[in-house]
């Protein structure tokens, strides 16, 4: 199974008053990991978007375990977890380098869109190179 | 059942290349509904920060319907739905003013936690009155 | 002159560990401020960006005099300070509703480009209406 | 003169619907220049504030040359471009990877501050070490 590792360091502005990074920075962080995992098939999220396909979140969720903090070391680690023909299923966990404990858990699910109109495709249909590679990285 | 009522002008700054607002943006609404339904207690959140008292993440999960669009109207409406002596989980709804349409919704559990040393504390135990609006806030 | 009133409350995620609202929230203040004025005028953002126009940072600057804090209450002034064909320069003031006192004040310069191509374009040939309202604001 | 080095890789996040780079991004990407500066000089920002001093902003400047995009690889080259006993100023070059472009530059002033009043602080006088490094670093 794929697994990308994407190398994060907490920024000042990513922080809030209670000293800790703000949670509504994870979804963020998430999405670098995507772009990275998609990197990492050989294909760019940059790519997918010029050739048509969009990937709006369906949902969303995180559990927060332990706080991160301004300059910490982060890894996040992205896998799929879920392959459909209309939608995909990411997962995180988010590493902390120091003492490799996980801090973050979370997933995320999208739907696969036409560029021009927003509406669902199957990306069997659509791209079979794309859904082919996404489903193997699953093995 | 206390349901407050917070209005929200999306922000350009908050949209995305897809030319909608971006998912990470929802938790930072969510967070502005909390701060209203805290107020509209009698409450501040500022104020139970300087009491001593912190909120921080556990979990979050939202669902995205539809998409917000920049300089869209939009009302979080909030509510507590789970309160216990140590965590208690706010519940939202993202309506689009102008056809009155859920386009989101989403909740997040909150630890009650010491500011000095971020500990877990029974909120019953270390603020009685809060404990006792919180909970009638949800009959 | 027409100068534009926006109400602003400060967000949680908009703070940083040094407890005050980090410096680069001025910047998307600044601009639901612009939102405002425009709205004001008569005129959307949106739709002005329908009809091909985009009005993309050229230069910004921000001086900052007092701290703003979560749940202050803030209203951005905004006023077009200088207006030729091809650019626009708006400025603000960040007011602190509780005391009046001016905590901020900056400015943006904008291109007017095409949508399209993001060619620089006289506004005075491409809308003479909307370079006329512009205009007319600043007497 | 040194000169720190900060790579970047642009976040989707950070986008906007013009389809580049939001321009309140540029002072994040700053402060990241910051943090690794002061990593360079063999410091930490966080240290700093623990051992009681705080950089808080007292002008910002930036000029946008050439937009960025989405999966953009950037280096952040920062410096000191003056020091006084009682305020810093830095500044920033933006420089896209695949061309080698400066897409914007900018500055930041910062007042040197105590962390528990926020009151200004002779640098020189509170940590004599700090003020020399800085100062070593300009020539």
Known sequence: MVKSQSKIIARYAETDQMGIIH???Y???FEVGRTDFIKYLGYSYSQ?????????????????????KYEDELIIQTTISELKYSNIT?????IRVSDNAVIAKGSTVHAFVNANDFKVVSIKKKN????????????
Chains 1, 2, 3, 4 share one sequence.
């Open 23 to 25: 949670h509504s920075v």
């Open 27 to 29: 979804p963020v962080w």
């Open 48 to 68: 997918m978007e010029k050739d048509g396909i969009m990937l709006p979140l369906v949902s969303l969720n995180c559990v927060y375990l332990l706080p991160a």
């Open 90 to 94: 990411f997962s995180y966990e988010v």
């Open 128 to 139: 079979l190179d794309i859904y082919n590679t996404l489903k193997n990285s699953m093995e």
